[in-house]
């Protein structure tokens, strides 16, 4: 499962909710982050010391063994996936 950092817990506590959603093209999986207020259909919960983070079903599957970064640099932010230590 997708796991929230420690900094972007505080980065999403000031951006609110997102929902990431990944689509498959050209033979790449290219992912999309965006602001919501509710999770779509099948979308998996993400929550740590309240930020949430929606999963869309195929982005769940393609994130799931990475651990999400939100870093903020003055009016943007600035999302990382890494992979999750053993």
């Keep these: 499962m997708l796991q ?3 900094n972007a817990v505080d980065a999403l506590k000031q ?12 033979g790449d999986v290219e992912v999309s982050i965006d602001e919501a207020t509710a999770p779509g259909d099948g979308d998996e919960v993400i929550e740590r010391d309240g930020a949430r983070v929606f999963l869309a079903p195929e982005a769940a599957d393609v994130l799931a063994d990475q651990v ?3 870093h903020s640099h ?3 932010f600035h999302f990382t996936f890494d992979d999750q230590s053993v």
């Design 74 to 76: 003055g009016d943007h």
């Design 4 to 6: 929230i950092d420690d």
């Design 15 to 26: 951006i609110g909710t997102i929902r990431i959603s990944a689509e498959e093209v050209d």
């Design 68 to 70: 999400l970064g939100v």
